[in-house]
């Protein structure tokens, strides 16, 4: 029996809600699959346990985490806490402390889903995000507070390691996909310093795989070429906030932000990847029931690929598609069906495989 160790951390809003309906859908397929066990710890680490213990991950926390396979992540942010403290409190700690460079966003308009685009049918894309360095990197301060000089500065930071590491990865994944095609996405006409270094170091890697077709596009370009003519974009690679954008914009074309997913991978498996839905917590609908679970099924299947797991993430996908295409749909999709309705549709399906 294969057994994998799984830190659940859902946080914060509809972050509970998704994990747990996440966890179910992962239950039901470990036992009809049998060769495989989760041993699942949950982690209360939280805004709410921040306002009561001041910290979000307390003393030897990421030590803790790095004994698990991997990391599988709610939503982090409440109004009680502001959102630049609780995600360098609890998201980016994990991210960048496991070195986590490659964040993960396939697109997709699921079968029975409506895209808000016309055309919306060929978006089939997945955006790859630098994760460790950029425009996050934490770097930048604030003088002179409150007077008129005062100053506040936000420094993007690349290197060329952390640069040449995810065009690699990114060409890597390009070239196992159908149209084996990437589009590098900077802004080297404004910034002429990192963003010229990546377009620079880009090319040379391109070097390296002949058989993947390349393009360049600028980031605000880009927005149009999405909605205008999603058919001729596949990979695209992309600094930290430029695909943060980007992927929220690709989560809304295939349908609504309730089913995009997110792979945050430590490639080379030194430290644990964690997983997550592309979505934050949701205050708008928390406590409701009708979360739409999708986005965290989904990534649920990326962590079991992750894990080695692969029938059991198409089966996983498999059943998603077919509960989409039967119009089992939250409110967020226009439908009426409730968080619960969607999990046990899933669960039955998988129960009723072959
Ligand atoms: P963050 O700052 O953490 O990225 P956000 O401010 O971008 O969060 P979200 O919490 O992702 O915002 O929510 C944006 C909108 O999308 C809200 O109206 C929310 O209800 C909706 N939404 C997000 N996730 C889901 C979901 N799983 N199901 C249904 N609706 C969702
Ligand atoms: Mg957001």
Same mark, same amino acid.
């Given at each position: 029996?294969?057994?994998?160790?799984?830190?659940?951390?859902?946080?914060?809003?509809?972050?509970?809600?998704?994990?747990?309906?996440?966890?179910?859908?992962?239950?039901?397929?470990?036992?009809?699959?049998?060769?495989?066990?989760?041993?699942?710890?949950?982690? $209360?680490?939280?805004?709410?346990?921040?306002?009561? &213990?001041?910290?979000?991950?307390? /003393?030897?926390?990421? /030590?803790?985490?790095?004994?698990?396979?991997?990391?599988?992540?709610?939503?982090?942010?409440?109004?009680?806490?502001?959102?630049?403290?609780?995600?360098? @409190?609890?998201?980016? $700690?994990?991210?960048?402390?496991?070195?986590?460079?490659?964040?993960?966003?396939?697109?997709?308009?699921?079968?029975?889903?409506?895209?808000?685009?016309?055309?919306?049918?060929?978006?089939?894309?997945?955006?790859?995000?630098?994760? *460790?360095?950029?425009?996050?990197?934490? &770097?930048?301060?604030?003088?002179?507070? @409150?007077?008129?000089?005062?100053?506040?500065?936000?420094?993007?930071?690349?290197?060329?390691?952390?640069?040449? #590491?995810?065009?690699?990865? =990114?060409?890597?994944? =390009?070239?196992?996909? $159908?149209?084996?095609?990437?589009?590098?996405?900077?802004?080297?006409?404004?910034? #002429?310093?990192?963003?010229?270094?990546?377009? /620079?170091?880009?090319?040379?890697?391109?070097?390296?795989?002949?058989?993947?077709?390349?393009?360049?596009?600028? %980031?605000?370009?880009?927005?149009?070429?999405?909605?205008?003519?999603?058919?001729?974009? +596949?990979?695209?690679?992309?600094?930290?906030? &430029?695909?943060?954008?980007?992927?929220?914009?690709?989560?809304?074309?295939?349908?609504?932000?309730?089913?995009?997913?997110?792979?945050?991978?430590? $490639?080379?498996?030194?430290?644990?990847?964690?997983?997550?839905?592309?979505? !934050? *917590?949701?205050?708008?609908?928390? @406590?409701?029931?009708?979360?739409?679970?999708?986005?965290?099924?989904?990534? =649920?299947?990326?962590?079991?690929?992750?894990?080695?797991? +692969?029938?059991?993430? #198409?089966?996983?996908?498999?059943? %998603?598609?077919?509960?989409?295409?039967?119009?089992?749909?939250?409110?967020?999709?226009? !439908?009426?069906?409730?968080?619960?309705?969607?999990?046990?549709?899933?669960?039955?399906?998988?129960?009723?495989?072959?």
């Amino acid at each position: 029996m294969r057994v994998h160790k799984i830190a659940a951390i859902p946080a914060d809003g509809i972050g509970p809600e998704v994990i747990a309906a996440g966890l179910e859908v992962l239950e039901a397929l470990a036992s009809h699959d049998g060769g495989f066990k989760l041993e699942v710890e949950n982690f $209360p680490w939280s805004s709410e346990y921040y306002l009561e &213990h001041g910290h979000y991950i307390p /003393e030897g926390g990421l /030590e803790k985490l790095k004994t698990f396979d991997a990391i599988f992540f709610g939503a982090v942010g409440s109004q009680q806490v502001p959102d630049h403290v609780s995600l360098w @409190g609890l998201r980016l $700690p994990i991210a960048q402390g496991f070195d986590q460079y490659a964040n993960i966003r396939p697109a997709r308009v699921l079968p029975g889903v409506n895209s808000p685009l016309k055309g919306g049918e060929d978006i089939d894309w997945v955006i790859v995000r630098e994760n *460790s360095e950029g425009e996050y990197a934490g &770097h930048g301060g604030r003088a002179h507070k @409150g007077l008129p000089i005062e100053v506040g500065t936000e420094t993007a930071v690349f290197t060329r390691a952390g640069v040449e #590491r995810i065009h690699r990865f =990114a060409f890597e994944l =390009a070239q196992k996909r $159908p149209a084996k095609h990437l589009t590098l996405v900077t802004k080297s006409n404004a910034q #002429r310093f990192g963003m010229v270094m990546w377009d /620079e170091i880009f090319y040379e890697v391109a070097a390296d795989y002949p058989d993947v077709k390349v393009d360049r596009e600028l %980031v605000d370009a880009v927005t149009t070429r999405m909605v205008l003519k999603p058919k001729t974009l +596949d990979v695209v690679v992309a600094t930290n906030l &430029h695909a943060d954008i980007l992927s929220d914009l690709a989560a809304a074309l295939s349908g609504s932000l309730g089913i995009g997913p997110t792979a945050n991978l430590n $490639p080379d498996r030194r430290f644990p990847s964690m997983f997550e839905p592309i979505h !934050g *917590s949701a205050f708008d609908i928390t @406590g409701k029931g009708v979360a739409n679970p999708v986005a965290t099924f989904w990534t =649920a299947a990326m962590m079991l690929e992750h894990l080695g797991e +692969d029938a059991a993430a #198409r089966r996983l996908m498999q059943a %998603v598609e077919a509960v989409t295409a039967d119009k089992i749909h939250t409110p967020d999709l226009g !439908g009426k069906a409730t968080t619960a309705d969607v999990t046990r549709a899933v669960c039955d399906f998988i129960r009723a495989s072959t």
